[in-house]
């Protein structure tokens, strides 16, 4: 008899229409589904911007442009708390907007487009996943008005629902609204795209209307098939593969290679912890322990002091607090681990804008570098003192 589980597990597999029709939807191919840009914050950003831009080679000059903040203008009412000179879908409509420069990241805003002909600036900052922080949006506001102060200006938060910005000068889009305007855009300048750009642009509205958008086709499917096999999905979900058990196994083959059974041991402590140590030390009972701690946000190296007798843990910490430049980022981590060494392999952004296969690159590189260089000076002065750190009456600091 099959268990509760395996009868679940059947039970959604089998004869399970929505699901079949779900995966057609979904195994129509798409380029930006094949190269990871799904939900990537930063790559959407970078799309937008390129169709944005009257220079670029999209054959539609500033069309895109207008037809965008005349959308935005016509869709959104005007901020309530807004004291800019007054601007209109009619200004956008008539004017040449062939000269706007369009910025990435400009003084850390998403997307910056200056007009100097027209004396016009707009700032779109993008939303897909990840919310506001730091009052953000009233820090980039001051920034355009300090810069820009005699300009008209058009303050866009883009996000997939819709979201409330913090700063209520900013007028608030959707990515429904986005995909639209692209629609639009596809139907009537189809003849002046081109087809290679007209099938990355279609491409993109359909990765919009997929995966963004939380009213589509594909996301009604998804709540459908969920609340039908609710138990089956979570039981899926609960052992799902994640990144951070992705990342653990990267790290894990990677250190494997430079740290073989004569040299230390290699542990996977966990589905998503690593760590390893070193045979010598561990043979003069040195509690020194490398460990990677990997995190949703970021992953490091460490070296720690772990568990062990007191006086010699506090010897080995003044000890490590004596050589700064080797033994960087000392800092007490738990009572039952303290820090003496940390490299940063891994940060929020990196997770924000890479794919999996640029994240195993960045690891090895920094590995690489590692193993290559703080390692071996580590290994040398921990070797050279290890006799002396496990006895209390022997001094192991450099002379004055």
């Known amino acids: 008899m099959p268990s509760t589980e395996q009868a679940l597990l059947e039970k959604f597999i089998i004869d399970n229409e929505e699901l079949d029709y779900l995966e057609s939807k979904l195994t129509q191919f798409n380029i930006f589904e094949a190269i990871g840009v799904v939900r990537q914050e930063i790559r959407h950003s970078n799309f937008l911007a390129f169709l944005l831009n009257p220079s670029q080679n999209h054959r539609l000059d500033d069309i895109f442009l207008k037809q ?24 956008i409509d008539i004017a040449d907007l062939t000269d706007a420069e369009v910025k990435r990241e400009w003084q850390n805003i998403d997307i910056f487009i200056h007009s100097p002909c027209n ?4 700032a779109i900052e993008n939303k897909v996943d990840s919310g506001e922080h730091s009052d953000q949006l009233e820090r980039y506001r001051t920034i355009i008005d300090n810069q820009y102060s005699n300009y008209r200006k058009i303050l866009i938060y883009l996000t997939p629902e819709g979201r409330k ?20 855009i596809c139907k009537s300048y189809k003849s002046i795209l081109g087809a290679d750009v007209y099938t990355l642009i279609t491409h ?72 390893f140590d070193i045979t010598e030390w561990k043979e003069v009972n040195l509690p020194l322990y490398f460990y990677f701690d990997n995190d949703s946000e970021y992953l490091r190296l460490q070296l720690g002091i772990s568990s062990g007798e007191q006086s010699i843990r506090e010897k080995i910490l003044q000890f490590s607090l004596s ?10 981590w738990s009572d039952r681990w303290i820090t003496i060494y940390q490299k940063d392999i891994l940060n929020s952004r990196d997770y924000k804008v890479a794919n999996l296969e640029d994240l195993m690159r960045k690891i ?17 002065i921990i070797n050279e003192n290890r006799n002396k750190l496990i006895h209390s009456n022997i001094s192991v600091y450099p002379e004055a």
Request: glycine share 2%; with cysteine.
């Open 204 to 275: 993109y509205s359909t990765l919009i209307r997929r995966h963004i958008m939380s009213d589509s086709e594909v996301a009604e499917l998804c709540r459908k098939i969920y609340c039908k096999h609710k138990q089956a999905l979570d039981l899926i979900f609960e052992h799902r593969p994640d990144l951070q058990s992705e990342i653990a196994s990267i790290v894990y083959d990677i250190v494997s290679k430079d740290i073989d059974n004569q040299k230390g041991s290699v542990l996977l402590l966990s589905t998503k912890s690593v760590g």
């Open 323 to 332: 050589y700064p430049k080797i033994f960087k980022n000392n800092g007490r």
């Open 165 to 184: 910005p913090s700063d209520d000068n900013w007028r608030i889009y959707k990515y429904s609204n986005l995909a639209e305007i692209i629609d639009s």
């Open 119 to 122: 004396k016009l600036v707009c």
């Open 68 to 91: 965008f903040l005349k959308r935005v203008l016509l869709d959104t009412n005007k901020p309530t708390n807004i004291n800019y000179p007054p601007i209109s879908s009619v200004d």
């Open 364 to 380: 090895q590189e920094c590995w690489e570098d590692f193993i290559k260089d703080d390692f071996l000076k580590i290994e040398k």
